[in-house]
């Protein structure tokens, strides 16, 4: 795994290069290949921090983490995307994710919204699903939260 760069960025240091590459990818999964329409830039990128894998400049797994008060009442882990399924990629940026929330934030707990067949993903890092399934932008979710030690 070491030809892949870890990169922890607040949307500030991003250069116009990095977030091109990460909406490209975001987009490329949650609305083109997914057949979502939704608001993919819902202006809460700026107040996170961008965590992503990059490898020879494109980014290959990625996700945001944002104080709380943004999406829930804790920090929060969104747009958790992976370019190649099946590598380890998810899991590692997803482990990044969670140290950012609590070297950034001072995270107690991370709150997230999977989509239910990503479950079990989410489960392996230890979070727990917190609701019934719910839609959101025509996809089936649900609440999940990971306790912090």
């Known amino acids: ?3 892949y760069r870890l990169h922890v960025k607040p949307f500030e240091a991003l250069t116009p290069y990095e977030l091109y590459a990460i909406l490209r990818l975001r987009v490329d999964v949650f609305v083109v290949e ?20 990059e490898k020879n400049g494109e980014v290959m797994a990625y996700l945001r983490v944002m ?9 929060s882990i ?11 990629l998810g899991m590692r940026v997803l482990r990044a994710g969670i140290r950012a929330a609590k070297e950034r934030f001072q995270a ?6 999977a989509q239910t067949y990503a479950v079990p993903f989410y489960e392996k890092a230890g979070f727990e699903v917190h609701s019934e399934p719910f839609d959101l932008d025509g996809i ?3 609440r999940m939260l990971l306790r912090l030690p």
């Open 67 to 75: 104080d709380r008060g943004t999406e829930s009442d804790e920090v």
């Open 1 to 3: 795994m070491s030809e």
């Open 108 to 113: 107690e707990n991370v709150y997230l919204e």
């Open 78 to 88: 969104g747009r958790v995307v992976s370019k190649n399924r099946g590598l380890g």
């Open 140 to 142: 089936e979710h649900v």
């Open 34 to 53: 997914q057949r979502c329409i939704y608001p993919e830039l819902d202006g809460l990128d700026e107040g996170a921090v961008h965590v992503w894998l």
